[in-house]
């Protein structure tokens, strides 16, 4: 499985932004996929999740903030991310489940957003 991410750039507070992820495979509709971020200094964390079913997850500090979706046909998954604060500032990563579970074992190369005050 490979992954491509992209969108990722400066932004002002308040700002959004849509992180892009394709995957490669043709069962791509089967992966679980999840968005990770790891801020300087910290370590990489689980920001939002969805499942094969479109069940989603998000951590405390983004839930109404973000928003993560899937295009099967595209094999692609998105991360939307509105009211963007300082804190948001990491490089983000997108990574696969192909069996469906949390064992996120394929990962992207990752894409740096930064939100400036």
């Known amino acids: 499985v490979q992954l491509q991410a992209s969108g990722g750039g400066l932004v002002q507070a308040g700002g959004s932004l849509r992180l892009s992820c394709a995957a490669s495979g043709r069962t791509f509709r089967r992966y679980q996929m999840g968005w990770f971020r790891q801020a300087p200094g910290k370590e990489r964390g689980l920001v939002a999740a969805i499942s094969a079913g479109a069940t989603t997850y998000y951590a405390e500090s983004v839930k109404g903030r973000f928003t993560i979706s899937r295009d099967n046909d595209k094999n692609t998954v998105y991360l939307q991310m509105n009211s963007l604060k300082p804190e948001d500032t990491a490089v983000y990563y997108c990574?696969?489940?192909?069996?469906?579970?949390?064992?996120?074992?394929?990962w992207g190369q990752g894409t740096l957003v930064t939100v400036s005050s």
């Open positions: 990574a696969a489940d192909p069996s469906g579970g949390l064992n996120f074992g394929y």
